[in-house]
């Protein structure tokens, strides 16, 4: 599975963007499609989960109400950003997993290439 990201760029806070990212070669139907982002001198962290066979999201705490993971086609999801605040300045990957993964929030296989976010 081959994972690209699109949309990310430079917003002001209070703006908005949408992630796209669009998966090739062989996907699942049954898996964990999700969204990380590494903030400046941070680890990586997941902020957004959708399992696929059922259509169920999570989101962590921070972007909890702001942001929405969707599925919008077999292979391409996204991530759309509201009222962006500073913090949320990172890069943004999208990832999926091989398999159905309780809650979405660990176990991703395949990555994106990462795309910046950027929120002054």
């Known amino acids: 599975v081959q994972l690209v990201e699109s949309g990310g760029g430079s917003v002001q806070p209070g703006g908005s963007l949408r992630l796209s990212c669009g998966a090739s070669g062989h996907t699942y139907s049954s898996n964990c499609m999700g969204w990380f982002r590494q903030r400046p001198g941070e680890e990586r962290e997941w902020i957004a989960g959708l399992y696929t066979g059922a259509g169920t999201t999570r989101y962590d705490d921070s972007i909890q109400g702001r942001f929405s993971i969707a599925q919008d086609t077999a292979k391409a999801f996204s991530l759309r950003m509201n009222s962006l605040e500073s913090g949320d300045t990172g890069i943004y990957y999208c990832?999926?997993?091989?398999?159905?993964?309780?809650?979405?929030?660990?176990?991703?296989?395949?990555w994106g290439q990462g795309t910046q976010v950027t929120v002054s």
């Open positions: 990832a999926a997993t091989a398999q159905p993964i309780v809650q979405c929030r660990q176990g991703y296989a395949y």
